[in-house]
């Protein structure tokens, strides 16, 4: 059984890393756990009864565990592994890897895959546990795993319904503020106004379309300060926000792991803006985000 071992980030980050693990538990016939879902496991009907978070999903049991309980366990596994790793447990029935600062895993590897199958238990702690090709084969294994419950589910359909009734090209807009206000010194910030100029470069690129724009944000937004755009915004509720994201027609906003997983989801083509002013040319392919 390979253990994922260690929390990073939020949603996204932990998506992708799961997914990544998901994938390799599949290829090499293994098992996985990831305690260190414990603070978004409750958004997903595969991991809400499971305080271990498994893939293949268990049986639920009778009573959905506390946050308290998943927190508790995911710091111990935590602790214990790098508890394990310090002593040198890197091989064996019980063994540890870990990915130091922007070291990464070939999850694809001979080596990884000698080490997830002779390990009964392998704690891994890292962020850059990865391998394209086999999330691409595993894809929609994953996207079934993260399935959401009926409840979102039903709040997503009704939002992307509003917006296809008077929309035929419907276009997803991540303003992230909150914690991009400091992250990289505020790099990817940008003001209202600038989206908003943003989405009026891509409305012009669609003549005698009908151009409406979901806009989602970890912030409170005006709508006066996207003028005469069609402009929705989304639930406001994190994991509905991104599953509507999911249905959209094309993505847009800072890099974020938050947009990429709904690329990945729903097969959006996603343009992340490196700057406020990024060049959007829907004359060439976007692809959706590689995971």
Not at 29 to 45: E, M
Not at 157 to 174: K, M, P, Y
Not at 225 to 234: A, H
């Amino acid at each position: 059984m390979i253990i994922i071992a260690r929390s990073y980030g939020q949603l996204g980050n932990r998506l992708f890393l799961y997914a990544h693990m998901i994938a390799a538990a599949r290829t090499h016939g293994v098992s996985l756990a990831n305690p260190c879902f414990a603070d978004y496991a409750h958004l997903f009907p595969s991991t809400a009864d499971d305080l271990w978070c498994r893939y293949p999903r268990v049986a639920p049991t009778d009573a959905s565990p506390s946050l308290l309980r998943r927190r508790a366990l995911a710091k111990s596994i935590y602790v214990s592994a790098r508890c394990l790793d310090a002593i040198g447990f890197h091989r064996g029935p019980l063994a540890t890897l870990r990915l130091r600062g922007d070291e990464n895993c070939d999850l694809a590897s001979d080596e990884f895959a000698d080490l997830a199958k002779r390990s009964r238990h392998l704690l891994a702690l890292g962020w850059l546990f990865r391998s394209e090709t086999l999330l691409a084969q595993h894809a929609d294994a994953v996207r079934e795993h993260f399935q959401i419950s009926p409840r979102h589910n039903q709040n997503v359909r009704e939002a992307i319904s509003t917006l296809r009734q008077r929309a035929d090209f419907v276009v997803g807009v991540h303003i992230r503020h909150g914690d991009y206000a400091t992250f990289l010194d505020g790099k990817y910030y940008y003001t209202s106004w600038q989206y908003a100029a943003a989405m009026r470069r891509i409305a012009e690129q669609l003549p005698g379309r009908r151009v409406a724009f979901l806009v989602c944000s970890n912030s409170s937004l005006n709508r006066h300060d996207f003028g005469d755009l069609d402009v929705q915004f989304g639930p406001g509720h994190i994991i509905e926000d991104m599953y509507c994201f999911a249905q959209t027609d094309l993505l847009i906003g800072p890099p974020s792991t938050y947009t990429g997983w709904a690329s990945f989801f729903g097969k959006v083509p996603l343009v992340a803006m490196h700057q406020a002013d990024t060049p959007i040319d829907l004359s060439q392919p976007i692809a959706a985000a590689a995971a």
